[in-house]
């Protein structure tokens, strides 16, 4: 007699962080230790989109320059090297089917998809799935985003991807990720907890009046999130945008990738 296991699930996920920073940097924007639901940063937001799918949470490669996030170019060109290796051993162990690469900049996404294709193994990231969902709701999308340097790499997916006649802005709400030698309240992970506490922060003020510029300046249909770090903000700015009279769908980048 043949026993079928029932609780298996049909979809087998790995969760590929970008990159990891050592856990004692002070540059520190999100768990490193701890259950895979702790690590994954809006789990909450996102765990129904999980309940169907045996997934495991890669924390990424160790960054090599240095011990603060990703966001200038050569970082992400780090990252992505490193990322490419884990996506490598992934698709040779036969556990999963399909791969999402987490982070907003999605580095290593084309590689690894040339990686994966002989193994059957999908392969999505948060920019290039933020792009397409924007697209089926509307005809053109803006990006909020968190930083100037962040800004100009993430137009590189823009044009990467051939949604530049889609995509009619990004606006920059200039809180940075910690990094040297920005310090002090306009930290996107500051001004993160202090929301999320319920204190007062200008980041969504200014959010929703990029948003809201977006809209009516620049033509938006649909709003996404562009690094990582913000896409906590895609239900709080969604119910603000509501409150205006805006009907405006507010993406952000792992629900698309899951």
């Known amino acids: 007699m043949i026993h079928v296991n029932e609780n298996k699930k049909k979809y087998r996920f790995l969760l590929i962080q970008a990159f990891h920073l050592p856990p004692t940097s002070k540059h520190l924007h999100r768990s490193v230790e701890g259950?895979?639901?702790?690590?994954?940063?809006?789990?909450?937001?996102?765990?129904?989109?999980?309940?169907?799918?045996?997934?495991?949470?890669?924390?990424?490669?160790?960054?090599?320059?240095g011990d603060w996030p990703v966001e200038t170019r050569e970082e992400f060109a780090l990252a992505a090297a490193g990322r490419l290796a884990i996506v490598r051993e992934a698709c040779e162990s036969g556990k999963y089917n399909g791969i999402v690469l987490l982070g907003g900049g999605e580095p290593g996404f084309i590689e690894s998809r040339e990686i994966a294709r002989p193994?059957?193994?999908?392969?999505t990231a948060c920019a290039f799935s933020q792009f397409h969902f924007a697209s089926m709701l509307g005809n053109r999308f803006s990006v909020i985003d968190l930083s100037e340097l962040?800004?100009?790499?993430?137009?590189?997916?823009?044009?990467?991807?051939?949604?530049?006649?889609?995509?009619?802005?990004?606006?920059?709400?200039?809180?940075?990720?910690?990094?040297?030698?920005?310090?002090?309240?306009?930290?996107?992970?500051?001004?993160?907890?202090?929301?999320?506490?319920?204190?007062?922060?200008?980041?969504?003020?200014?959010a929703v009046r990029e948003a809201v510029a977006a809209i009516e300046e620049d033509g938006a249909e649909v709003l996404t999130l562009g690094c990582s770090a913000l896409f906590w903000m895609r239900p709080i700015l969604q119910k603000r945008l509501a409150e205006l009279g805006w009907e405006v769908p507010v993406l952000e980048g792992y629900s698309c990738a899951i």
């Open 119 to 123: 193994y059957g193994v999908a392969v």
């Open 150 to 206: 962040h800004n100009m790499y993430y137009y590189d997916l823009v044009v990467k991807h051939r949604m530049d006649r889609r995509c009619a802005s990004i606006r920059n709400i200039n809180y940075p990720l910690p990094r040297p030698p920005h310090t002090g309240e306009s930290q996107v992970h500051l001004a993160k907890n202090r929301v999320l506490r319920g204190e007062s922060s200008e980041i969504m003020d200014t």
């Open 35 to 65: 259950p895979k639901e702790q690590c994954l940063m809006n789990y909450e937001e996102n765990k129904g989109l999980l309940e169907d799918v045996e997934w495991e949470l890669h924390r990424g490669p160790l960054v090599t320059y």
